[in-house]
């Protein structure tokens, strides 16, 4: 394999491709004209398979990226006065050039720290206090799943800061980008993970499980979604050809296909970090629950994987790097990529 065939391979998730059953689907939509903006088969179709796998009659739109998602479910949350706790290292804190404070108008997050990237419920009761007209008032509690380390929050884990949250008159945003891999690596209904653990509104992501491209938001609390179809349209986020990216949801959460690649990805990921346990030098930073392996490697090992061609993040520091797993990571190129840090690190 030349460096250029596996470039990329363990930088993102997003770095694959689309999986057959959600290509073929897209394609399958090709067929002649159909209304625009949504109002289409596939869209209803698409929106009746997520409510069926949260076993929920709730509203569902589509939109074209994580961030919409995120940026878009925060705004029907808060005000321009309101604030937003969330992890340090949440991807609506880092990673989205201030696209929930834009769309909301100027609320502000309050990051908190935590281990594992998670959102503890002691960081989180110290931060969501209400003062004063001079600071934001505290409106949502906004938690990835799984997280940015690859960890994993468990249903009750999720309850207890969600129902923390609601005591305090705040709602709860889950980021959802890697929710697949966290119900298939719990094992759990999605329910479980939504709804039941008290989530009021989740940006459901498919694009990093194989979709050309789209999220779903799925508003368990029906009142949330007030005029959300002028808000998505006012931010540019109705797409006008929507059934293309309804269609391939429908495929994809057919017969649990979206579980199955989650948990494909989710086992080459435990097979690295089984593998990287045997390594000198090699130091989880994070448990390895979902697709990503967080890991301290030594610099000559990451510059050494640089130059045989490795694609990952130094994510952490100078040392911490990041190995996401995809619906179509091969074992053997994980074999391959153990057996590089081995000879590099021995
Ligand atoms: C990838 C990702 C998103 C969505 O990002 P887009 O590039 O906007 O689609 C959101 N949250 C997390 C945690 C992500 O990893």
Known sequence: MSADERSGQFASDN??????????AFVRANAGHAAGYGNDRWTR?????VRRTFDADVPVYFVPTGTAANALAIASICRPTDAVV?????????????????????????????????????AFAARAVAH???ASRPRALSLTQAT???TVYAPRELGALADAAHARGMKVHLDGARFANA?????????DLAQRAGVDVLAFGGTKNGLPFGEALVFFDAALAEEFARRRKQAGHLASKMRFVAAPWIAMLENGRWLAYAAHANAMARRLADGLANVPGAVLIAPTQANGVFVELPPR????LRARGWRFYVFVGDT????????????RDVDRLLADVAALAG
Do not use: Q, Y
């Open 15 to 24: 770095n694959a491709g689309i999986a057959p059953e959600a290509l073929e």
């Open 320 to 331: 911490g790097c990041r190995f996401m797993c995809a619906w179509d990571t091969a074992e």
């Open 301 to 304: 090992v990451i510059e050494g």
């Open 86 to 122: 969330c992890h340090e290292f949440a991807h609506v804190n880092v990673d989205e050039c201030g696209a929930c404070e834009a769309a909301s108008g100027g609320a502000k997050l309050l990051a908190v720290a935590g281990p594992g990237a998670k959102v503890t419920p002691e």
């Open 132 to 134: 004063d007209e001079h």
């Open 148 to 150: 940015e380390l690859g």
């Open 183 to 191: 119900v298939a690596a719990l094992g759990c209904a999605p329910a």
């Open 45 to 49: 179709e698409a929106a009746d398979a």
